[in-house]
């Protein structure tokens, strides 16, 4: 479930040319959320919750395979702000040319509880949890997958005799976040567990 809210101007100068402004608020709620089970009110002997954050631990009677148990809700939030800016060259016939031009830039950023806005990458998440010791959703409000500052498009057309088209098309968009995570494979033996799974949201440089 999403609540909108936008308020723009528009302007016009001369005959051809067209500026707007708009601002752009999006608050969503319900969204997917998964995160591993940390306690339960069973007496069953085949789930076990040792508390202190450490998650629960269910095991099959059958085969006697062990898991931990991933609880999926839609209790996760996400905000978008943006910025959304517009020039308009209208089309303007010179001799058998006729061209139009169009700019678009938005700056904007995003913040969500999930990493994801379908499926959720619960296992990174869950490590650092483990790691920090740090559980529920506030803790993973951060930047979302879909964050991106600035985001320029510029288009344009040009239509010539005999049938013929140009439309060159460019578009830049600044870095977006990534999640980085350091498995211990990678570490030495000088280091600990604890400063091996390092993890942090960083971003990735346009390339």
């Not at 994801?116 to 483990?130: A, F, I, M, R």
């Amino acid at each position: 479930m999403f609540q909108q809210t936008s308020l723009g101007v528009q302007q016009q100068f001369g005959s051809a040319w067209t500026v707007s402004a708009d601002g752009l608020y999006v608050f969503g709620q319900r969204q997917l959320l998964a995160q591993f089970l940390r306690s339960t009110t069973s007496t069953s002997p085949f789930i076990s919750c040792p508390g202190s954050n450490v998650p629960c631990t269910v095991t099959d009677p059958l085969t006697g395979i062990s898991d931990q148990v991933t609880v999926a809700t839609s209790n996760a939030h996400s905000w978008y702000d943006g910025l959304l800016v517009n020039v308009q060259h209208r089309p303007v016939k010179v001799g058998p040319v006729t061209y139009l031009f169009n700019a678009s830039y938005t700056f904007s950023k995003t913040l969500d509880y999930s990493d994801d806005d379908q499926v959720p990458s619960y296992t990174t998440v869950e490590n650092v949890n483990l790691i920090e010791g740090t559980v529920g959703p506030q803790t993973e409000k951060g930047y979302g997958a879909s964050d991106e500052t600035h985001r320029l498009t510029l288009y344009g057309m040009i239509q010539m005799p005999w049938g013929f088209s140009l439309a060159p098309l460019y578009t830049f968009g600044s870095g977006i976040p990534a999640d980085t995570f350091l498995p211990t494979s990678t570490c030495t033996a000088n280091r600990s567990p604890r400063a091996c799974r390092f993890w942090r949201a960083i971003r990735w440089a346009a390339a």
